[in-house]
């Protein structure tokens, strides 16, 4: 696995790949964890070469966020990466990515408002700039992105649609499904902000969410069935739910008659620390 820090060497390896085969993308922000791996290996069954980029995005912090706190893990995620068969770790610093005078921003309008785009204002302008970024510079066949983050991937595909990318190509952006822990909480590099005691609080999010998943099925009222979801995670020691919202999996509108092609979006903090998760409804 060759590593990469610096845009002036990335061409060569990239082009040196591409001369041997097809060339998949899998943007992360490091600390890798299976979710991160099974992406990898996704990928690798997908292409004849892999590249991981581990970039920990300025632009998508919010200023009362945690962009110092963000676990970084170079060496030990470069072990793992070269472990799974990656041929190229795209690894640059801040500066390399936004150097001095940096001006342009991607704003993908309608799929990144409300959810996380309403409690994380810029968040997906952040993500939109730099995966637009990341695409150039790596100008990949194809590329992977985990659906725990639903409307960041709609996001992209929005993105690619609009722009008319073609490295990679709308077509060639594969979601792939969120990877649990044995107990149902989502895989996520900031699980491990989470004490003993909110890591155990933390696996009620994905039992509620299918209860209530149930329960609407069932066919009680999605109003009560969602207050009692909300007032249950407060009940089981959550600070506070940001939203927990039924919408239409594809242009996350909003869902007046849940049913299948609908989906079940949760943000909620707690100790600090904001999980989120989503699922089917039908
Ligand atoms: N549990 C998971 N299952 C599937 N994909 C995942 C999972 N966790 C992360 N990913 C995907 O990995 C890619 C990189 O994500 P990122 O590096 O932000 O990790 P993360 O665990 O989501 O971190 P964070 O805690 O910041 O949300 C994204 O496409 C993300 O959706
Ligand atoms: C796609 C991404 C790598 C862009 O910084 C990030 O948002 C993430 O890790 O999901
Ligand atoms: N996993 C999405 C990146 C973020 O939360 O900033």
């Known amino acids: 696995m060759q590593t990469v820090t610096q845009l002036s060497d990335l ?3 990239t082009d040196a790949l591409q001369a041997s085969g097809t060339l998949a993308l899998v943007p992360t922000m490091g600390a890798l964890h299976e979710g991160h791996l099974t992406l990898v290996r ?9 590249a991981v980029s581990i970039f920990v ?9 945690d962009l110092d706190a963000y676990p970084r893990q170079l060496a030990r995620d470069a072990a793992l990466l070269e472990a799974e068969g990656v041929s190229l770790l795209w690894a640059p610093p801040p500066g390399e990515v936004y150097p001095e005078g940096y001006a342009t921003n991607v704003s993908v309008l309608g799929v990144s408002e409300g959810l996380c785009g309403a409690n994380r204002p810029g968040h997906f302008d952040g993500v939109a700039t730099v995966v637009c970024k990341l695409f150039n510079q790596v ?3 194809m590329a992977f992105f985990g659906e725990k983050d639903w409307q960041q991937l709609a ?25 649990r822990e044995d107990d149902g909480l989502a895989m996520s590099s900031r ?32 109003g009560s069935v969602l207050q009692t979801f ?3 995670l407060l009940d089981a020691g959550f600070d506070s739910v940001d939203y927990a919202e039924i919408r239409d999996a594809r242009d996350l509108a909003p869902a007046s008659e849940p049913g299948p092609g609908d989906r079940f979006f949760v943000a909620a903090r707690i100790g600090g620390t904001r999980l989120i998760d989503n699922m089917p409804v039908a």
Do not use: C, K, W
């Open 11 to 13: 061409r060569r390896e």
């Open 42 to 50: 996704e990928a690798r069954r997908a292409a004849d070469h892999v």
């Open 57 to 65: 995005n300025p632009r998508q912090f919010g200023a009362n966020e």
């Open 139 to 141: 100008r990949p066949d």
């Open 155 to 179: 996001v992209i595909r929005r993105m690619a649609r609009d722009l008319d990318l073609t490295r990679p190509h709308v077509d060639a952006i594969h979601g792939v499904a969120i990877v």
């Open 191 to 222: 699980n491990a902000y989470l004490s003993v005691e909110n890591r155990a609080i933390a696996a009620t999010l994905p039992r509620e969410m299918r209860l209530a998943i149930e329960r609407i099925g069932a066919g009680d009222a999605t």
């Open 230 to 232: 909300r007032d249950r």
